[in-house]
């Protein structure tokens, strides 16, 4: 129960970021490659469904399985420093290796994974903590 709630506010949360608020600012940060990005009409919503799916797991798997986290407080806080960490490898490997986003998109892209998976960590450590 716990991947799926998590999976509903990933999917929103990502939405919410990459789909309305920072737009925008995305685009206006992309890189020297061009369409790379797919257009709504041309997305794969179920890889884009699985990826979510799987990054609630991973927070599940790590806070059940390894760190006994239970409450809002301790997901927020473990679901913010690996979304931090996690986004910045990610972000400047592929600022290293591609053309798609400028440093400050590289930069700025993992604040909104420790802002994403930190609200949604709190969520899961709230469900894990129901029994």
């Given at each position: 129960?716990?991947?799926?709630?998590?999976?509903?506010?990933?999917?929103?949360?990502?939405?919410?970021?990459?789909?309305?608020?920072?737009?925008?600012?995305?685009?206006?940060?992309?890189?020297?490659?061009?369409?790379?990005?797919?257009?709504?009409?041309?997305?794969?919503?179920?890889?884009?469904?699985?990826?979510?799916?799987?990054?609630?797991?991973?927070?599940?798997?790590?806070?059940?399985?390894?760190a006994n986290?239970?409450?809002?407080?301790?997901?927020?806080?473990?679901?913010?420093?690996?979304?931090?960490?996690?986004?910045?490898?990610m972000n400047?490997?592929?600022?290293?290796?591609?053309?798609?986003?400028?440093?400050?998109?590289?930069?700025?892209?993992?604040?909104?994974?420790?802002?994403?998976?930190?609200?949604?960590?709190?969520?899961?450590?709230?469900?894990?903590?129901?029994?």
């Amino acid at each position: 129960m716990a991947t799926l709630v998590g999976f509903v506010v990933f999917f929103l949360l990502g939405w919410l970021f990459y789909g309305f608020l920072l737009m925008d600012f995305y685009a206006d940060n992309a890189g020297s490659a061009t369409n790379v990005m797919r257009a709504e009409e041309d997305m794969v919503w179920w890889a884009l469904i699985v990826g979510n799916l799987f990054q609630a797991y991973f927070l599940v798997y790590i806070f059940g399985k390894w760190a006994n986290i239970t409450t809002f407080s301790g997901g927020l806080k473990a679901g913010a420093i690996l979304g931090l960490i996690l986004g910045l490898a990610m972000n400047l490997t592929m600022f290293g290796t591609s053309n798609m986003m400028n440093l400050t998109g590289a930069l700025v892209d993992p604040l909104v994974s420790m802002i994403m998976m930190g609200i949604t960590g709190g969520v899961i450590g709230v469900m894990l903590g129901r029994k």
